[in-house]
Structures are given as structure tokens and as C-alpha cells.
């Protein structure tokens, strides 16, 4: 039963990789927005699973991701999906204790502390700090509004 | 419970801590443009942290920094001095040049080593005989004369002054180019004898050597007129003039060879 389990979410992790390498780009400036499926992926496996196991799966799915999306800065989203996992993780440890605002302010606030890392690494000699608070801003709305769907049109409201 | 939280709160903060570590390592091992910008801003921040500690040991070395500079100074302070020193010295000895270039005569240019004498008004200079020198050689400075050789040596030389009681010199002075006798009577004063009454004597004409001795050159500058008396019983008009060398701040002088 636990080897059945660990295959389907093993599986799973590397449908949603593949799914990530083929997501639609939005080119914006010097940089792109995309669908950041993993990330969603990790926030509701945050939410279902103890955040022991979820920041070592944030790791490896980041790894996974650094490979399909940009070698030349290999081990960047294994950094800032481990600590995203980390920061989400947090919302199963407080289940009884925060209510289910603070719960979406922490998916929100660690999307875009995700976001920015990413944009201030990848972006930084290009174009001003504003700039790269306007596109993490930009493209947490944009995955956070993918989680809020997934929550509440698939999951019932059952996550959050 | 309580215990059970705080251990997989651990737990968690060392596996984060983990996937960290080996995240920073693949990410700075990589060689990018990306990564060289993100270094600089890290080495910015590292300066921001550690900014106090460098505060700190600058107050701490200030001290001893302090003491070294002020050592420092005063140093500068000498050598600046010296070298005040130098440049006044050669400005002087440039106007000597100028001098010895223009002049007829020729010069030999000498330093004066020694000012006083019990006995007699001299000084001496470090020329000799192995430079030429002899013996009732004139010695004059920028100005005017100053004395002559009186004993010589190899390589010094004794110098009456003009202002020893003993010292005469054959003059020329006025229009007419009347001669007379320059005769030091106190410092740097002297009168002219011999100077006929019926000559035509203004203060501050000068008295130039007449050229008549065996000694000295004719036309170098003796003394200047201070003033006339005419109003005497003698033939001779009462002539009194202030000698032209600078006897008081004297340092070189040129021997007319």
C-alpha cells in the first residue's frame, strides 16, 4: 500500500516536471512568465503531507526544474523551492491555529519571496529594482489565482 | 507534545538547511554572468554586516595611526623647513651667478667660513692658494666691496673688511669723477677725504674705486653719500657715506682675480 503511494506521487512529481517543461511563456521585457505549475504542485503537497518530506521533494523537483529550464543557473529553483516548501510547510504545522486568511497570505507571501529570489537572481543586471517587484508581483498573482482555482473549484475547499 | 514539536521543528530546519547548502554549492559553482552579479551584491551586503567591526578596529588602530601621522608630520615639518632653506639659499646663489656673469671682472666665487677677529675686522674664505690666490686681491660682494686678501693659505684665505680702522681705499665720486680717500669710522659708515670743496656733491651719489692703486679695479661701487658739509675752515668738504657690501648677513663672496 505505502510502495503504491510513493509510485503514483513519484509519478505525479514527473507528470507535473513534463507539464512545467511544456507550459506556455508570456515574454515580458527581459525576462518570461510562465505557469508555475511546480509551485502550485508543491503548495498542495505542502498543505496534505508533513513539511519533512516536502522540502526534500521541493528540492528534487526544483533540480528537475533547473535542468528542463536553465542550466546556466543550476541549483537556483532547487534553492528557492526548498524554502518555499519550507514557508508552506508551515501551514500544516498551524493547521488549528491560523485561520484560513493567514493561511492564504502565507502561500502568497512565499510565492513571492519565490518569485523575487528568482527575478533578482535572473534578471539583476538588466533592469531596476522596481522592475523586478513589478514582475514577482505580477507572477505571484498570477500562480496564486492558479492555486485559488485548483482550491476551490477542484479540491472543494478542502486544502484551505 | 511540546517536546515532539520543538524536535520535528529541528527536523525540518536541518533538512531546509540541507537542500540549502547543496542548492548554494550547484548554484555558485556555476560560471555566469548571473552568478558574478550576485556575488558582488552578497560582498555588499557582507560589507553592510560587517560594517561596525571595521568601525571598531579603525577606533583601535586610530590611536597608534595617530602617533605614526603626527611622527609623520613633524618630519615633513623638517623637511620643509630644509628645503625653505634651500630654495632661499638658491634663489641668492642664482642672483650671484647673475651677478658674476655680468660683471667685467673675474670672479671667483667663495664661501665665508668665518666672521669674527679680535684684532681686526675680517672674515675668512675657503679659496687659497691651490685656487690662485693671492695676496691684495680685492673681495667684493653684489653690492660693493667688501675688503681684500691679507694672508693666504692652501685653501683659505683671511679677508680685511672694509670697515677695519685700518683700511683705505682710492676713490672716484661725482660728475667730475673727483678722487679721494674712503676712510671706515664706525659700522658701516665712513667718510671720504680729500673731496674738494668747489665740487658739485649730492647725497646718494656713489663713491667708485678710482682704479689708481695697484689693489683694486677701477668703478667698483664703495660706498653711497649721507651727507655734505661744506661749511668747514679746511680746503676739504666733510663727505660722510654708508659702505654699499652687506656686512650684517654675508655668506659668499667673489675674489677679483
Known sequence: MKNNKLIFYSLLSLGIIILQAYSPVIHLGFTTISIDITLVYLSIMAILFDRFSIIFLGFFIGLAQDLISQVSLFGLFSFIKSLSSYLMGSIRLHESVWDKKIKYLVILLTYFIHFFLYFYVMINNNVSIYMILQYSTLQTLFTFGIFWILNTFIFRRKLI | ?257
Open chain 2, 1 to 257: 507534545m511540546k517536546s515532539n514539536w520543538i524536535a520535528l521543528f529541528h527536523r525540518d530546519v536541518l533538512a531546509l538547511c540541507i537542500t540549502l547548502l547543496l542548492s548554494l554549492v550547484l548554484l555558485f559553482s556555476n560560471k555566469s554572468t548571473f552568478i558574478e552579479s550576485l556575488e558582488a551584491d552578497l560582498m555588499d551586503v557582507y560589507l553592510i554586516f560587517t560594517s561596525p567591526q571595521r568601525w571598531y578596529k579603525d577606533i583601535l588602530s586610530t590611536k597608534s595611526e595617530n602617533s605614526l601621522l603626527a611622527q609623520k608630520a613633524i618630519q615633513f615639518q623638517l623637511l620643509y623647513s630644509q628645503n625653505e632653506h634651500y630654495r632661499v639659499e638658491n634663489d641668492h646663489l642664482r642672483k650671484m651667478l647673475n651677478f658674476a656673469s655680468t660683471t667685467p671682472l673675474s670672479l671667483l666665487p667663495t664661501n665665508i667660513t668665518n666672521r669674527h677677529s679680535v684684532m681686526l675686522q675680517s672674515i675668512v674664505i675657503d679659496v687659497g692658494r691651490n685656487q690662485d690666490i693671492r695676496k691684495n686681491l680685492p673681495v667684493i660682494d653684489m653690492m660693493g666691496l667688501m675688503g681684500k686678501t691679507i694672508s693666504v693659505g692652501e685653501n683659505a684665505t683671511k679677508v680685511q673688511l672694509i670697515t677695519d680702522k685700518n683700511y683705505r681705499v682710492s676713490i672716484r665720486i661725482g660728475g667730475e669723477n673727483s678722487l679721494g680717500i674712503f676712510i671706515p669710522t664706525h659700522g658701516k659708515f665712513g667718510i671720504l677725504e680729500g673731496v674738494r670743496k668747489s665740487m658739485n656733491l649730492k647725497n646718494g651719489e656713489i663713491a667708485y674705486t678710482s682704479g689708481i692703486s695697484d689693489i683694486y679695479p677701477a668703478n667698483i661701487p664703495v660706498a653711497r653719500v649721507i651727507s655734505v658739509n661744506s661749511d668747514t675752515d679746511r680746503p676739504f668738504k666733510e663727505v660722510t657715506v654708508e659702505i654699499l657690501a652687506d656686512l650684517q648677513n654675508y655668506n659668499y663672496a667673489f675674489v677679483v682675480q
